[in-house]
Structure formats: C-alpha cells, structure tokens
C-alpha cells in the first residue's frame, strides 16, 4: 500500500472513532437525565425504613386561670337602675403544683412585668409531704401559671382554681373553676341559650403567635352542626384573649355543645355562663372545657334541695340508664335514648335525700355535663355547673382562697374501692390524710370543715381507678346573705403527660 493509501486510511479510522465516541459521550448523557440510580433515589420505602418515633415528657406546663365573672355590657342602654351590673364582686386564686417541681410562678396574661409574678412557695424543696401554693386574685385579668418541672410522672403538676364572688349586683352567688393546660381543641356542653341565658365563649392565646379558630355549634332544635349567625372563626392575638357571644350566634336552644378547635397554636377557653330572670339574679358560673366521653360516667359534691338538669351529647344515638349514689349503692333515677349529633337535657328534679353522687352508664361514648340549681332569700338562685368525667389514678384539687368546701367522693366500680385523701393547708404542709373506704356504687361527702386546719388542696390516689370525685365550693360573705352561692370544681388528672414525636429522614433534601 503507498504512502498516501495509508495516510487516507488512519484519517477515516479517526474519524470513526470520534464518530463512536460522540455518540457514547450522547448517550451517557441521555441515560443520566433519564434514570438515576437507587442509592439516590429518596422513595417511600427509603423514608419509612428511616422514621424514628420517640415518647418524650414535656417538662414545662402552662396553665390559664380565667378572669373573675364578669357582665358582657354594662352600660348598653336604659336608665342606670336597670342597666346590668357586676356590683361587689370579687375575687381569689389559689395556685398550686404537686410533685417533682423546680419553680412555678403566674403572671398576668399578656403582662411583660415579671416584677408583679406570683411566686409559688415550698417550705422544704427535699419534703414529699409538702407541695407548692401561693394566693392571690384575678381582679386585672386571667393568670397563666407556668410551671418547670423536675422530672415528670404520675403525681407531679399545677393544680389550681379561681373563684368569684357577690353579694351586689346580676352576679349574686359563687363561681369556680379548675385552671386548665391549653389544647388543640376544646369541646363544652352548655346550658343553652333561651331568654334570660348569656353564654360567653372566652378564648385565649398564651404563645408568642396569634392563631386563628374555629367554632362548631350543635343545638336541641335538630341534629348536625349550626349554622351560625356571627361566623365559626375567629381569630386570637399573641398573648391575648378573644369573646365570642354564642347567645347570638346560636340563639334560642336548651343546650349546646360547642368545640373550639386552633388552626396554629394549643389554647385555653371557658364559657361564662350566666342567668337573669327580669331584673332576679338567677346565677352564674364557668363552663368549663369537657374532653370526656366515655360509656360510664361521674359526678359529685350533690346536696339534698339541689335541683339537677343533665346536658348529653353523643355522636352515636345512645340508650342511658341515669342512678343517684348515697352512702349504700346506686338507686335509679332516669331512662332514655338520645340522638347522636345533637344536644339533649334531662331534667332530674331534686336530689333525694342522703345522695351525694350520678353516675350514667350508656351504650355508646357520651359527653355530659350537669347544672345544678340552688335557690336563695327573694327569689335570688345560683347553680353549679360540673362536668361528668371517669376515675384517675392520681388527681388533686385545689380550694380557692377564701372558700368553703365540702369533697364528694364516689365509687364507680362493681366492687368495694378505697383511695386515700391527702389534704395540705396554705403553707403547703400537709394536715390530714385518711383512707376512704366505698361499697359498689356508693357515694360520701366529707366537709373540710371538719379537719383540723385550713384545707387548700388535696389529692387522691387511686390505685383502682374505681373513684371520681368533685369540691363543692362555697363563700362565707355569700353565705352571711342568706344567699345561695354554689360551685362545684373538677380536679386535675395528675397522670404523666406524654408526646410522641416522629423524624423522618428525607434524601430528597440533598440531591
């Protein structure tokens, strides 16, 4: 072959080649747009496989103690001897934490004055008979306790309760609540909304961000939600507090069931609830917020004269077997079926003599609350209004400063239960403690009156689960009035609160 065939022949092999290797390089590239390889892929199975889930124990609580009870217009319209007032009222807080706690302190909700916080004092921080408590009033406006706990388990958190009070004015009588720890969502059964009836739904925001609300309203008149006449949303500021009226938003029912559910941040809400016959103080008193629906259900701290009126509510239609509980065992009061999605009241009558506690049992979960009515001199009434809940294993209850009590304690199991009540007076020592022994069914009331010293709190420890109990709350200015002044509180379930968080790994981050 010549010199020039073979020069032609290597410049056509180059060629190819190149030709080859453009056509590699292209399609190494097509392939790498196309298909990736699974290692980098970040799939379902891949994120699934990486979950962890964890069970923590905040141990930080914050709990809200609503405002006194106050009138929602004062000053509206007519002549001032008719206008509505709030006359003489006052009132008290009593805070207190049990257990494994490092500090606890309440300030003004909204207030940046951490000079005017209530600081909760412990005589010896190493002494498990003694708790933590302090006083004070929420005159200026609701409280937000904030609590640092130790370590957190069963027997450890904030207990307290407010308390308002008159002997003047549309707000004749007692009102008392639990404070409560703010949630997601909140669910009330009320006593409706009929003349007479003013139902004010208060909500608050204790975080750093403003949240937005919804509400939901079922009635009497028919099943499924309302429709309501103000809108269902409602927004709350950082630090701040909100009120809705549901007398206008839903008017004219005999009950009401009410949730309250927050789009962005954990709240706390109550309902004050107050009544007026013409110009007659008929009572008042916070509703507050009731998460419990269960098949068997109690409550107590009753009294023989008191009138007691039932608020249901179930999502399921539901057949209920209602029994008064004295000293022996249940008797049988009341029988009915109720409609699931709407709200029901069962009017009772008087509590017969010698019982103290109800109970009801029903065929599907339910929620119920009660109102329970005394009557004064003049036609002047107060009334109680008391959620039925199911027993704890530890609880306690805190006595507002400068109230009167008297504990109920019931039964709810088959068989004979004991408990035993520890009682702690204002220095946080405690003063009693007793085993309270039951019979199936029964039911007792102890009046702290009668133990030696000045009782404010108490807790119960129940290893059975079997008991339920409440304080009947009093006043003494009240009481001198030959006024009828009454509340009944719930206590707080001491049992370790627990979170789940879930990490899941996303490869989808990093690509």
Known sequence: MSRHSRTRAGVAMRVVLATVSTLIIVALVVVSLVYRPSW????????????????VSPTQLETYCPARMTIADTEAY??????????????????????????SSALTLGSDDTSSATTLNKQDADDDDEIFVASGNVDDGAKLQDTRLLTSNDGTGAVSSVMSWATDGDLKGVSAASCMSPALEQSFLVTGTQTGMTQQLVVANPSAKATSLTVKVWGTDSSGALALSTGS?????????????????ASKQDALYVTVSSAETPIAAIIRSIAMDGLTSKGSDYAAANNTAS?????????????????????????????????????????????????????????????????????????????VEDDGNDGQADFALVNATGPSHVSALAIPDQASAKLGVMNTSDQEASAVLRCYDADGKRIDERTITLKAGAATMLDLADIDGAVAAASLD????????????????????????????????????????????????VR
Do not use: C
Not at 79 to 103: C, I, L, P
């Open 40 to 55: 980098l892929k970040a799939d379902s199975s891949a994120v699934s496989r990486s979950s962890v889930s964890h069970t």
């Open 78 to 103: 007519g002549d001032s001897e008719y206008q509505a007032s709030n006359g003489n009222v006052a009132s008290s807080v009593r805070y207190t934490a049990f257990g494994s706690v490092f500090r």
């Open 233 to 249: 949303t409602l927004t709350v500021a950082a630090n701040g507090e909100t009120v809705m009226n549901l007398a206008a938003a």
């Open 295 to 371: 098949k068997r259900l109690a409550f107590g701290a009753l009294s023989e004269g008191d009138t007691v009126s039932l608020y249901m509510f179930a999502h399921q239609t539901a057949d209920l077997t209602v029994s008064w509980m004295d000293g022996k065992g249940l008797k049988q009061a009341h029988r009915q079926t109720i409609e699931g999605n709407r709200a029901s009241v069962i009017d009772l009558g008087g509590v017969p003599k010698g019982a103290t506690g109800l109970i009801i049992d029903a065929s599907q979960p339910v929620s119920a609350s009660a109102k």
């Open 462 to 509: 129940d290893d059975g689960g079997a008991m339920v109990w409440n304080g009947r709350i009093g006043q003494e200015d009240v009481a001198k009035a030959k006024m009828a002044g009454l509340s009944i509180i719930s206590p707080v379930d001491l049992k370790e609160t627990k979170e789940q968080i879930r990490a899941n790994a996303d490869m989808t981050v």
